[in-house]
């Protein structure tokens, strides 16, 4: 294992009802708030309306962003920076998934820049400082309440990159469960996905000698199998929505990542995908992950795929190799028991675009850990993901 | 499972050579260091020698309280708070395993005091302020490096009381596994106890829906039976001490305890018993544990034991009494491949003190949660464990 530092700062305030408590952790950085939503679900579901009651009678003021879309725009981010410059706003409040809560963070570290935003995605700015955040989480999936993470698309030159600081990490994140109940079937699907997919990019890593990493990763990924498929018929049962949105958090706060490098791959191929074709990152994710897969599995000695088998779907038998490859076959089973298609084409994708998306995903060079893709490797997952 | 807060405040700077990174780390907080360590082996083997050159060059003045025993003394707390008055001194840095650690943290609070520090373990005295700590950790057992816990003794009472608080977490610990090379055998195989008897402690909660936190911890149980033995064969090899030295970080960092209550009652009957007989703590857990473990089977339906069997042996079977028995069979199996014994009379205590110990275990009322014993049960327990 590799040498790490690592510190969840992120306080993490679980359970029905712990929106309570919120006023008090905004007290602690501020009394001016931006709130960031998305496109109005915290207003049919009642969220909207508890948290201004609490901010008015804590005589919080706040403005408000909201409409923000999944895979989040650099303009809605340069919105909400110009709003806080205005308002002189020294809070970021995201309620919503993982596209609010990128987008907050864009924001909380662009309104210290003189520059355009989408410098620092495209590496000609660094951040240095940002505004405090605080996070309601309305669904379970990318883990970007517990981390500092922000993926942002540029329609404009048809991009989806990412940063990362530890100055984003948010300084709460309220996970009550029961927000997430009216999540419809397809975004848990997704979210479920998104959570398994950050577990894999994990655990398929080069190094030797994390046991215990794998281990704790291969727990969460019985997690995901455990309730995937539960939560899509029993939306409103609690344990399960629970269970889910303390895997989301625990699967991309860094405590996975202690010691290892990670591979990644399937998340930059993604996000080419999802940079000219809107679809959903889950649903991206679920498609090109078994693709990945087999495209990888011969490229070492099967060991890591064999665990993987063995360890998550009690796989029986001596054939590395052919434990690996069963591994692959269950995962397909597992993605397609959440209802998700398997083919690019499916989703809306035309063959012409792959190669354009495979030069994407390696805009930067190759790519990848567990083992390294140039373009032409991007390509033939791509093609086969077809 | 229940409700939770959580933050993992303590910064964990893990690796070789990190105690080089230490100055920047202290100077966040003060510049007047009180540094407590043990009998002297830090000078031994040169971590202190390292120490003192890396604090002299970065002008960090220090007065060391040296000395601090196994299951350490409040009489040395009392010292340590007197040293901090005297010098002014404004942070604590202890240099060794949970017993120096536990010790910093009640001088840590005990200097804002005006009572006896003894007071905060009886219950007399509120914690309310505290000294930051850092931590430069050379044993993995208690994972006291990355909580708010100290335990302390009193000779003058024969009691072993414990006091919790999040302002008593250290600021940062440094984990290198080099430093704990030269842990003696025995030692070693006491830490892994304790690290393995605080992952049953938190598993064994009778909180339903707690999928995600038992299949945690098993991965935890499972990296100490698969390093256990082997560290003791091979002290100097840095992936089993790296492995370990995680694992007793995470073990005891509120993680695994989120959403449950936890049991503790292996660890209130071990206190009383080395607050009588100065044992090492791991030793007293590997001893008593399967017999609490045999003493409860019987008191619930038997699904967490068998949970615990299939899922960290990999027991076969439909039958979860047998499984569960069986799994205790290989609890004591795997102490015993640590070369520990499993008897009381053993390790020095007399059959007559039994009764004492288990009073002292329930001073303060039942204990337990997975499973309440009252004194009788603790004196039964002790019996089939003498």
């Known amino acids: 294992m590799l040498d790490f530092d690592y ?23 501020s009394a001016r708030v931006l709130l960031v939503y998305g496109k109005g679900s915290i207003k049919t579901n009642g969220i909207h309306q508890e948290l201004v009651s609490i901010l008015n009678e804590n005589k919080i003021s706040f403005n408000e962003l909201s409409g923000i879309e999944p895979n989040p725009k650099i303009s809605s981010v340069r919105q909400g920076i110009a709003l806080c410059r205005v308002h002189e706003l020294d809070f970021i409040l995201a309620v919503g998934g993982g596209s609010v809560i990128d987008c907050a963070k864009a924001i909380a570290c662009g309104v210290y820049s003189e520059k355009d935003p989408w410098d ?52 709460f994140s309220i996970l009550d469960p029961s927000y997430t109940f009216t999540v419809s079937s397809k975004q848990s699907a997704y979210g479920v996905v998104d959570i398994y997919s950050h577990l894999l990019e994990q655990y398929f890593s080069p190094e030797k000698g994390t046991f215990l990493q794998d281990r704790l990763a291969e727990s969460l990924m019985k997690t995901c199998i455990h309730y995937g498929a539960k939560v899509l018929t029993k939306p409103n049962n609690y344990e399960f929505r629970a269970q889910l949105m303390w895997a989301s958090s625990l699967s991309l706060n860094g405590l996975l990542s202690c010691g290892k490098t990670g591979d990644w791959s399937t998340h930059f191929i993604e996000h080419a995908v999802s940079a000219v074709y809107d679809i959903a990152h889950g649903l991206g994710l679920a498609i090109i992950t078994p693709y990945w897969m087999e495209y990888v599995l011969g490229a070492k000695d099967s060991g890591k795929f064999a665990d993987y088998g063995r360890n998550v779907f009690s796989l029986q038998g001596q054939d590395d190799a052919a ?37 994407k995903a390696t805009k930067f060079g190759s790519i990848g850990s567990y083992s390294k893709l140039d373009t032409n490797d991007v390509y033939e997952i791509l093609k086969t993901a077809y």
Request: net charge positive; charged share 30%; aromatic share 6%.
């Open 7 to 29: 510190q969840a700062e992120t306080r993490i305030l679980f359970g029905k009802d712990k929106i309570k408590g919120i006023a008090g952790e905004i007290k602690k950085y």
């Open 120 to 171: 620092f995605f495209i590496k000609k700015s660094e951040i240095i400082k940002a505004l405090p955040i605080g996070v309601i989480l309305t669904l379970s999936a990318t883990g970007s309440e517990s981390n500092g993470f922000s993926v942002i698309s540029n329609k404009d030159t048809e991009e989806k990159l990412g940063i990362g600081h530890d100055i984003l990490k948010p300084k």
């Open 323 to 359: 434990i690996g490859r069963d591994a692959i076959e269950q995962t397909k089973a597992f993605f397609k028991s959440l209802g998700l298609p398997s083919r690019l084409k499916d989703v809306g994708v035309e063959e012409g675009s792959l190669g354009q998306m495979a030069k």
